[in-house]
């Protein structure tokens, strides 16, 4: 069973600094973008940060310069370095990948984490 699990979270206080990972793990013979996305309370889920396969980044304005995504290729896994970390960070964040499950297709698929909250306090 293919899955993505998220692990690094917790409590903060603000200017802290926490590091999230997220390992792909099942069947899979490839791997397209990696990301990670938040959603605070009554919010909508939002981009946090993406890298492609060669390492191409893209960051949300709110986290340039603070955040800093990064993957390991023979671990299947993605990482976010989160520093100078401020209250309205406060949100579970979410991994994302597309992930080719399948040796005989070129298809990849989109998949989720389950989430790991971070609570950054004031």
């Known amino acids: 069973q293919v899955q993505l699990v998220e692990s690094g979270g917790g409590l903060v206080q603000a200017g802290g600094s926490l590091r999230l990972s997220c390992v792909a793990s099942?069947?899979?013979?490839?791997?397209?973008?990696m990301g990670w996305y938040r959603q605070a309370p009554g919010k909508q889920r939002e981009l946090v940060a993406t890298i492609t396969s060669i390492g191409s980044t893209n960051y949300a304005d709110s986290v340039k310069g603070r955040f800093t995504i990064s993957r390991d290729n023979t671990k299947n896994t993605v990482y976010l370095q989160m520093n100078s970390l401020k209250p309205e960070d406060t949100a579970v964040y979410y991994c994302?990948?597309?992930?080719?499950?399948?040796?005989?297709?070129?298809?990849?698929?989109?998949?989720w984490g389950q989430g790991t909250q971070v609570t950054v306090s004031s």
């Open positions: 994302n990948a597309d992930l080719r499950t399948r040796f005989i297709s070129s298809i990849y698929e989109n998949y």
């Open positions: 099942g069947t899979i013979f490839s791997i397209n973008a």
